[in-house]
């Protein structure tokens, strides 16, 4: 009984790991993606360095050129908004860039 339990603890969490996301809502209602890059493919470039605030929430879908982005810049609530912006051709970048 108590291994099964075990078990049963033990796979509840990692599901939640699996499906879990670095994203939080702000107080102000915001969805917020934490300070990561990832390679993405983006337009024709295969393996473009994608920063999490400029995909969409949950998934490794690009934002466009110009949309919006926010990121956590510390613990303590700190915020980063800005727009998404391809940085450079020959590195392939999309990153949040302020106005």
Same mark, same amino acid.
């Given at each position: 009984?108590?291994l099964t339990t075990? !078990? /049963? ?5 990692? /599901? !939640?790991?699996?499906?879990? /996301? ?20 983006? &337009?024709?470039?295969?393996?473009? /360095? ?15 050129? @110009? ?10 609530? @700190? &915020? !980063?908004?800005? $727009?998404? &912006? !391809?940085?450079?051709? $020959? ?9």
């Amino acid at each position: 009984m108590q291994l099964t339990t075990a !078990f /049963s603890v033990l796979a509840t969490a990692l /599901s !939640f790991a699996g499906s879990s /996301s670095a994203w939080a809502q702000a107080a102000d209602g915001t969805w917020v993606a934490n300070n990561n890059w990832y390679y993405l493919p983006y &337009k024709n470039y295969p393996r473009t /360095s994608v920063h999490e605030s400029c995909t969409y929430r949950n998934t490794n879908n690009v934002h466009n050129d @110009g949309d919006m982005c926010a990121y956590w810049t510390n613990s303590n609530g @700190g &915020k !980063f908004v800005g $727009k998404c &912006k !391809f940085l450079d051709l $020959k590195d392939a970048q999309v990153s949040g860039v302020g106005d």
